[in-house]
């Protein structure tokens, strides 16, 4: 059975982080891919940690990203400087690392096509840089260009540099590593919000600003969703009051949730941080550790009844950097409740700026996916 380890540490300076994650590790054994996931403290660092990592394993393939917050089984650092690593062995040629995708595919298909496509790729783990606009468009058209390949991940999050790995250091766009259809992999996601009120209609609209909800006023439907103690004072819907978007088609009911950017109460008019049309419905949510809770525990049970009690072999994790300490509070809630229920296995991820799950660029959600042998 082919192996994963895992390793994390947090120290001030990056050699002893690094030193530490691989102490961990021990013999690498035959693995041939690597996950690095480090905070920001480090974001200027990533290049010498990644030749360091090079040299000191033999491992040549390498995927990751810097963020705000990184966790590993059973616990998260936020800020302070942390590395966590994992190490997988997979067989030969059930994989790809690919570069960064900015908005042209043509690079893309040159490079992997044939593999893709003879490999019935299916599956793969992106990470993707959210100062490019482009990027929610970049994951449907990898999703598609793979033949409805399921995609996972999360999108950077930094206070410095923005910078992913795909091999080397990159940036700009959406890199990852691309897997066989020999590789078994589940995954999951949980919601962290929850919605309020009934689903209305955007009647009327124009880009991000929703003018009309059910042909009324916009601010008028959502002061009433809301209720009269919020609707009294706007300034205190802000980080704890969002838009939700259903997902047409969804037999689960799933919505993507988009912050509250603009209230104009002289125009009665919302702008949200997506855009939409006439025609697509939309609701509203509130952010809810108890619901969030409650919903990361119900994932979690239908991913262990999935698993009809295989531990697995390991897996990576990307929840939202609104999520972990910042939702469920202090002392890896978050990370504690996917070990309790799942069992001791090597996992690593990072709190994102977005979650990737499929084809969709979440918010305010976790997604896991587990290695299955």
Known sequence: MSQFKMGHASADNWQVAAYQCLQQIGSVGQANLGFIYATDQFAGEMGEILVYLKQETGLQHWVGSVAMGVCATGIEYFDKPAIVILLAEF??????????????????????????????ALFAIVHGDPNNRHLPKLIVQLSEQIGDAFLVGGLTSSRNYYVQVANELVGGGLSGVLFSNEIAVATRLTQGCSTIGTRHEITESDQNIIIKLDHRPALDVFKEDIGDILARDLNRVAGYIFAALPIQGSDTGDYLVRNLVGIDTENKLLAIGDYVEPGMSMMFARRDAQTAREDLEKMLRHLKAQLNGRIPRGGVYYSCLGRGENLFGKDSVELRLIQQQLGHFPLVGFFANGEISHHRLYGYTGVLTVFLS
């Open 91 to 120: 067989p030969e040629d059930s994989f790809q690392v690919f570069s960064t995708i900015t908005d042209d595919f043509s690079g893309f298909i040159n490079k992997h096509q044939a593999w893709y496509q003879s490999r019935q």
